[in-house]
C-alpha cells in the first residue's frame, strides 16, 4: 500500500513538471528591431510595389496571429538579423510588421 502510494505520488509530481515545462515554451524574439530597418522595410516594399494590407479595424500587436488574408513577404536581404529566415514582414495600414513565419504571430512594429 505504502508503495503504490508512493508511486502515484511520484508519477503526479512528475506529470506536474512536465505540465509545467510546457507552459514555459512561448515563441519570442531576441532581435532588437531598429528603426532603420522599419524605414528599410517600407522603402523596400515601396520599390517593390508591395501593397500595404488596408483595414482600420486591424491594429496588430506584439504576439497577435496575422489573418490569413495579410500577405507576408520575407525580409530583404540587406537587413542582417540573427535568425533571418525565421521572419517575414507585412505592411499594415502603411506600417511595417515583422512576423514569425510559421505561427503568424507579430514579433515587432513600429508606431
Known sequence: MR??????????VLLAGVGLASAQTTTTTTNTWTTD?????RDYSTT??????????LKPTI?????ATVTMYPLPETMKVPSSDTY???IINDRPVVVERTTRKVV????
Open 3 to 12: 508503495r503504490s502510494l508512493f508511486s502515484a505520488v511520484a508519477a503526479s
Open 37 to 41: 530597418q522599419g524605414a528599410t522595410i
Open 48 to 57: 517593390h510595389k508591395y501593397s500595404s494590407f488596408s483595414d482600420p479595424a
Open 63 to 67: 504576439g497577435m496571429e496575422l489573418p
Open 88 to 90: 517575414s514582414y507585412s
Open 108 to 111: 515587432h512594429t513600429w508606431e
